[in-house]
């Protein structure tokens, strides 16, 4: 059973009229000032779960005087400073929730004198999630962590990270144990620290034991839990304030069944067999033994409603040769995660609907009675939130099918 059914949506929303959105900058709503008087619209949240950051945009207007030719920033200034939280709600009617929480990366002052006097100037704010501070925080280092999902938890402890949970721009922290550590998510076996340049056993000083701790080289936090992310096949990315370490589509729950409706404004569902492979093979050496290491992982997922698409697929082999694979298991986590990253590029669905905000990458959805081939399950990996004046809110889902489905199954 999905989480969210389509018809009480629609009645929670009262049939997706009268769209409402609001912004808190530093917890403070821009249009309840009194002091200013000021409109935010324009709204664009994007939120993933790729290896990329989630951003927002949105426009404050008002606040700018026509006559001197420039902004009361006195009064403006606290919905302009760079660092403030953020906080986006969308919604219908009455009823509004949380899409976005971050920060104010980027501030433009934008004056377009040819437009009509009221949007003449205005400022546009861009803001994003935590990812955002992780890619300019770069070092090298040896931490204190002899597991990897340790390693992240560490990282994601330190103190800028810390400063945003205080500001509850980040509220919670949901980080899944690594394969390599013991009890971990997936077949354990692999060498504490192995796997990734700079981690592995090292020899101690003064003839000590072996030191397990994991390096970063050079590298941003974020470029290091991405790694380690693809290593293990996790994802890694955030809901709101709620930061998400964990197997890769491990939660199988659907999250919302689609079925033909008038919520929907647009869709484009496709299927493409190119680079789709019908097995990987993973090559590499067990050092410690000095044994070859090979796994290979077949691909049996159904391409067509015939059978002409199976035998094209079934002869084609992706081959992956990397001495960092150190293991059987890490080979068998590698073949998985390639595997996987291929297969997902088979089928695509891009949706435009009334706008919900309970739609949310990193979750299954069902589409249903659309006819065979069309009717299928997808994994969200993208989410875009709009909201503007003219067109409402709409809420555009983009995923990706490994196989085909029907009402009954596999095909």
Wanted: hydrophobic share 35%.
């Amino acid at each position: 059973m999905a989480a969210y059914d389509l018809s009480e949506l629609y009645t929670k929303y009262e049939g997706f009229y009268f769209p409402i959105a609001r912004v808190y900058i530093g917890d403070k709503d821009p249009e309840a000032d009194k002091k200013i008087n000021l409109r935010v619209t324009d709204f664009n949240v994007e939120i993933t779960s790729e290896f990329k950051a989630g951003i927002a945009s949105f426009s404050i207007k008002g606040g700018f005087s026509e006559g001197a030719g420039s902004y009361d920033m006195d009064k403006l200034k606290k919905y302009a400073m760079l660092g403030q939280s953020v906080r986006i709600y969308m919604g219908h009617a009455s009823s509004m929730t949380e899409v976005f929480r971050g920060y104010v990366a980027m501030v433009n002052f934008q004056y377009l004198p040819d437009t009509d006097i009221d949007t003449s100037a205005f400022i546009r704010i861009t803001a994003m999630d935590v990812k955002g501070i992780m890619m300019a925080n770069n070092s090298s280092k040896r931490l204190k962590a002899n597991y990897y999902s340790d390693a992240v938890k560490e990282i994601l402890e330190q103190k800028p990270y810390q400063d945003l949970q205080n500001r509850e721009i980040i509220t919670d922290l949901a980080i899944s144990d690594t394969p390599d550590k013991p009890g971990g998510d997936g077949p354990a076996g692999a060498i504490p620290g192995g796997g990734l340049p700079g981690g592995g056993l090292s020899g101690g000083a003064g003839g000590e034991g072996p030191d397990n701790r994991i390096e970063m080289v050079a590298e941003s936090d974020y470029e290091f839990v991405v790694k380690v992310a693809k290593k293990f096949n996790f994802e890694f990315f955030t809901i709101g304030g709620n930061v998400a370490f964990r197997p890769a589509k491990s939660n199988t729950q659907e999250l919302i069944e689609i079925i033909p409706s008038i919520v929907i404004k647009s869709f484009d569902v496709g299927y493409d067999i190119t680079g789709v492979v019908g097995q990987v093979k993973v090559r590499s050496i067990d050092i410690g033994k000095g044994n070859k290491v090979e796994v290979t992982q077949k691909n049996n997922a159904t391409f067509s409603l015939g059978n002409k698409a199976k035998p094209l697929i079934s002869n084609q082999a992706y081959v992956y040769t990397d001495s960092s694979v150190e293991s059987q298991d890490d080979a068998t986590r590698r073949a998985s995660y390639i595997m996987e990253d291929m297969s997902y590029r088979f089928g695509t669905i891009n949706m435009t609907l009334s706008g919900m905000p309970e739609l949310v990458p990193g979750r299954f959805i069902k589409l249903k009675d659309f006819g065979s081939g069309i009717s299928n399950k997808f994994y969200l990996t993208d989410v875009i939130h709009e909201y503007n004046e003219l067109t409402g809110y709409t809420t555009t889902i983009i995923g990706r099918a490994a196989t085909l489905e029907d009402s009954n199954g596999l095909l």
